[in-house]
């Protein structure tokens, strides 16, 4: 990053670099926006910024990935394309700049070693990064939790997606070795430790890329606002579906449309995986979360109809080999990859049934 930042820049005087992670969810799909409860976990891939003041109000920030550079000068902010990898960097700016924390230009490099589009969230890391650095340079004092309230935001106005917080909060908190028990409601969190043993955690990506705000994501969250609403008619207390039991949701099942009625089935019955996924992982009872995991999965591809031929494929290779105890896609689906829970003796005979999706997929 120093070397790329000085033939960019020129010298690498009063250099900082900052690197958020990208993560994979454990278990907890779709619940966030819901005021639910996630577990994602930090991954050993990320974004990385060099950054330095300037002494004028200019800002020049270039992204090694796209190879492309964006200019301008603070306080003649024009909003970038939605979904261009420049307005989840500029976003940040913007309403850091809004809040008065910034108090002059600066130059910075972009770069990273997560895969766009798999499910990684990508995005949350380049927000998670910008923000980072920002704060590295000028010394404002910003919680993390708020942070990441500001890249949710990010994510609203300027990408145009409806995100819940978790993928934000988890760039942003999550340690290593650890899993990120997150009340999306509360914000209250625990850390949990991640003692699999000879067990690992698997990505698999599925080579699918998908575009998270025309995946249908913003179309999910429209049809559970209907379930609430429903819901709140009968039940004042009701908030989000966070609220809701499986009884109400087979109680009113009838004043449900068909599809409205399964994405309600699929969130609650997620929360309920997730805090017994939580008390397994805690208690060190891999088979129950890997149970969880498939169960997650399931629901997932046939009630919340997220998952994608790809993805059900690599899922049904994984569950019907020897060792895996779990297998679900993970992010947003509709592409992405695969997080799966394998014994590390099985994870050579996993990679080598991969043959069968690369030639079904005709990916070689």
């Given at each position: 990053m120093?070397?790329q ?8 005087q ?12 454990l278990?907890?799909?779709?619940t966030d ?7 994602p976990?930090?991954v050993?891939?990320g974004v990385?910024?060099?950054i ?5 109000d ?7 990935k796209?190879?492309e550079t ?19 960097v ?24 997560l895969?766009?589009g798999?499910?990684?969230s990508s995005s949350?890391?380049?927000e998670t990064?910008t923000?980072?650095?920002l704060?590295t340079?000028f ?27 978790m993928?934000q909060?988890a ?5 290593a070795?650890?899993?990120l028990?997150?009340?999306?409601r509360?914000l209250?969190y ?17 080579e ?11 179309e999910?969250r429209?049809?559970?606002e ?6 709140k008619q009968?039940?004042?207390s ?5 609220d809701v039991?499986?009884?109400q ?6 004043e ?26 805690g208690g060190g ?6 149970a969880?995991?498939n169960?997650?999965?399931?629901s997932?591809?046939d ?8 993805l059900?494929?690599?899922?049904d ?12 896609m993970?992010?947003?689906?509709f ?5 799966t ?9 996993l990679k080598?049934r991969?043959?069968?999706?690369e030639a079904?997929f005709?990916l070689?």
């Open positions: 120093r070397a930042f000085q033939s960019h820049f020129g010298g690498a009063d250099l900082s670099v900052v690197m958020a992670p990208g993560r994979v969810n278990i907890g799909e779709y926006f819901n005021d639910g409860f996630v577990l976990m930090t050993d891939r990385y910024i060099g330095r003041p300037r002494r004028d200019r800002v020049s920030v270039i992204s090694l796209f190879n964006v200019t301008y000068d603070l306080g003649a902010f024009a909003q970038p394309k939605a979904g261009h990898w420049s307005c989840y500029l976003g940040v700016v913007e309403e850091l700049r809004l809040l008065g924390l910034i108090s002059s230009g600066f130059e910075a490099v972009i770069d990273g070693n895969n766009l798999a499910g990684l949350a890391a380049v990064a923000a980072l650095a704060q340079i010394k404002f004092t910003m919680p993390r939790a708020d942070i990441a309230a500001l890249c949710q935001r990010v994510e609203h106005r300027y990408a145009g997606v409806m995100c819940g917080i993928d909060f760039s942003g908190l999550g340690r070795n650890h899993a028990m997150l009340d999306c509360s209250s625990v850390d949990i430790p991640v003692t699999l043993g000879d067990h690992r955690v698997v990505i698999i990506s599925s699918v890329k998908r575009e998270l705000a025309a995946s249908a994501y913003n999910r429209a049809q559970c209907e379930g609430v609403a429903l819901f009968y039940d004042p009701v908030r989000a579906l966070r039991t499986l009884d949701v087979n109680a009113h099942a009838s449900l449309s068909d599809i409205v009625r399964r994405r309600c089935s699929h969130v609650v019955s997620e929360n309920m995986r997730v805090l017994n996924a939580s008390a397994a992982l009872d891999l088979e129950a979360f890997g969880l995991m169960a997650s999965h399931q997932l591809r009630d919340f109809e997220v998952s994608c031929d790809e059900d494929c690599l899922v290779i994984a569950q019907g080999t020897a060792g895996v105890l779990g297998s679900r993970t992010g947003a689906g592409g992405g990859c695969t997080v829970l394998v014994h590390q003796d099985a994870i050579e005979g080598a991969l043959a069968d999706y079904r005709a070689k």
